[in-house]
Antibody
Framework: QVQLQESGPGLVKPSETLSLTCSVS????????WSWIRQPPGKGLEWIGY???????NYNPSLKSRVTMSVDTSKNQFSLKLSSVTVADTAVYYC?????????WGQGTLVTVSS | EIVLTQSPGTLSLSPGERATLSCRAS???????LAWYQQKPGQAPRLLIY???SRATGIPDRFSGSGSGTDFTLTISRVEPEDFAVYYC?????????FGQGTKVEIK
């Protein structure tokens, strides 16, 4: 079955750009949308946005000015960039399949914003 | 943006009891595009219910969802030890997708 795995730096400095990649195994195809969702420590879930294999995207307006998503179909990967980060962007970042409901999810990766 | 409010914040139950979790939307969720997720400590959320009442693959039938419009409910008919977790509702009828703040089901 489909499995997702996030990767990227666990520590990012304030004002810099957070970059994460999600690798999909066991069933990537071009019929799906792929999303990013985050969860600050001890808090709830926030949808960041989704991307289709064609490259079309839909971002949460609250983050839209700082978010860029991309997809590399040859590598079965999709990526997230979040610019100008602050401590408020410290969170576990999840990738997931879907643009509406999300299933399955990656295990998540903690990104800490700190100098 | 649709705001989802879950209640109660915490539900204290003994194994075998019935759990009733509520999710109220600030405006109608179109086509009952509402999902429920279960999250255990240190784990990613897992999809339980979609379309307000359809169980996801592999989800036991003690989990059921109901509701429409602005009021939705997740019911666990008899809580098992592995069901103690945090539960989130999420709407996908409009963008941005939004989640409730969660209900924690804890052992009494």
């Amino acid at each position: 079955q489909v499995q997702l795995q996030e990767s990227g730096p666990g520590l990012v400095k304030p004002s810099e750009t957070l970059s994460l990649t999600c690798s999909v195994s066991g069933g990537y195809n071009n019929d799906y949308y792929w999303s990013w969702i985050r969860q600050p420590p001890g808090k709830g879930l926030e949808w960041i946005g989704y991307i289709y294999y064609s490259g079309s995207t839909n971002y949460n307006p609250s983050l839209k000015s700082r978010v860029t998503m991309s997809v590399d179909t040859s590598k079965n990967q999709f990526s997230l960039k979040l610019s100008s980060v602050t401590v408020a962007d410290t969170a576990v970042y999840y990738c997931a399949r879907g643009a509406a409901r999300f299933d399955p999810w990656g295990q998540g990766t903690l990104v800490t914003v700190s100098s | 943006e649709i705001v989802l409010t879950q209640s109660p914040g915490t539900l204290s139950l003994s194994p075998g009891e019935r759990a009733t979790l509520s999710c109220r939307a600030s405006q109608s969720v179109s086509s009952s595009y509402l999902a429920w997720y279960q999250q255990k400590p240190g784990q990613a959320p897992r999809l339980l219910i979609y379309g307000a009442s359809s169980r996801a693959t592999g989800i036991p039938d003690r989990f059921s969802g109901s509701g429409s419009g602005t009021d939705f409910t997740l019911t666990i008919s008899r809580v098992e030890p592995e069901d103690f977790a945090v539960y989130y509702c999420q709407q996908y009828g409009s963008s941005p997708r939004t989640f409730g703040q969660g209900t924690k089901v804890e052992i009494k």
